[in-house]
């Protein structure tokens, strides 16, 4: 893996490389600029933790020399917030298309069939909750709750009177119940604004009554508007009464106000909450072509999916698989133009020369769904993206580029062993 990974060049994107003469003022740091970006492709190799990454870094010699670290074994590390702070240095200053051109410069003396390409889209579901109207107000509720006593002590006031622990029994006894009528839901959703209304407008109320005192931190700030942002939209939607009513930005988590529901339409959940990510897929090989928390369109990405395959690879691509939802007339028309086979099911009547057309439509079809989707499920299954646990949007994004990349170069390092071991035959 090492051998075909450009760590030095990555580091360098990162910004983690002192180019200049003057050294940095400062402790030395513990990890190498490449053994950093090493470390990540190492988290999501093993899919641990960092505390129980950190065990196995201080005990394994395989570890270390691969993050290009040694660590003494009477002295190990302890603190594992020292690979928290890396992640978080890298996730600022991840640029994903310059990284994605030097990996792939790397990686084309090792790739095959380079005028292929199949794309499709998917969801990597962020690690939380499914969130419902009920939960996301509760949660607005305890929270927002909690930042109004802080207020209240720091002013030196007793706190405002409201009907909290009378709507936390109601919440609780809700919750209880394994099915709920309409008019129950109704009954408990309408309680929960109200507190949730009374305590924002006592706590603004304090706010404006104490203009010279510092109530929140900024963490504290950030967090009540998030509250008050959810606030408005359940309000308005409620009083809407029009359960399938279309929220904009609508946010289900107060911890994760980035995440958008994501609606799939699949058989086992019609909608997800994470990032959803367009790829394209050229010789079993996966590159990100776009990512984004809000929902788009993915058949709208053909032609940003060629230019990008061009300016990765250096080639024209001839063969594209994709599913119906790039069957498009302007893909159709754009694939035509540039004499690009596809796997798009011919429209109209069909003509007898057409039959090795349809072969090739066929078997790439055949490819696209089987080497597409498997590579969606080693990724899931095998590199922690099932269930991307991240509390920051940066680092959630960090996680998925790292993941993706890695099922990448553990696929390339075990053809490069194959072949190895044919030559020495």
Known sequence: MKKILP??????????????????????????????????????????SFPKLMEELNGNIHYQLFCDIVIDPTHPLTNYKLLDDIAAELAGSLKIQELQNLLAEAWKPYM???????????????????????????????????????ASQRVGIHRPRTKYLDVAKANLTYRKQRKHTKSQTRKITRRLLDLLGKILRETRKMEREHEGVKLFTDREKQTFDIITKVYRQQHNHFRSGDVRESIPDRIVSVNKPYVRPI??????????????????????ISFIEKLSFNAFNEGT??????????????????KIGGDTSYAGNANRDLCSKNGIQTSFVQKGK???????????????????????????????????LRRVKARKKETEILYIFFGIHTANVVQLAERLMEQQKAEAA
């Not at 940003?304 to 024209?316: A, E, N, P, Q, S």
Request: a positive charge.
């Open 350 to 384: 069909r003509a007898k020369e057409q039959r090795e057309k349809d072969f090739v439509r066929q078997e790439l079809a055949r490819v696209r769904a089987t080497a597409m989707e498997g590579s969606f499920g080693t990724q899931k299954e095998h590199y922690s």
């Open 301 to 318: 990405r053909l032609a940003h999916c060629i230019k990008m395959h061009k300016r990765l690879f250096g080639v024209d691509a001839k």
């Open 7 to 48: 760590l030095r060049e990555m580091a360098e994107s990162f910004g983690l490389v002192n180019k200049s003469m003057t050294p940095k003022r400062g402790r030395k740091s513990y990890f190498t600029p490449e053994g950093k970006v090493a470390l990540m492709f190492l988290k999501m190799k093993t899919q641990m």
């Open 263 to 284: 609606v799939r339409g699949k058989e086992v959940k019609s909608v997800e909450f994470g990032a959803k990510c367009n790829n394209i897929l050229v010789d079993g």
């Open 112 to 150: 095959k069939h380079l005028d292929t390409m199949f794309t499709d889209a998917t969801c990597y579901e962020s690690e939380m909750r499914y969130p419902t109207d009920q939960k996301l107000l509760w949660e607005c509720v305890e929270k927002g709750y909690e930042l109004m006593c802080e």
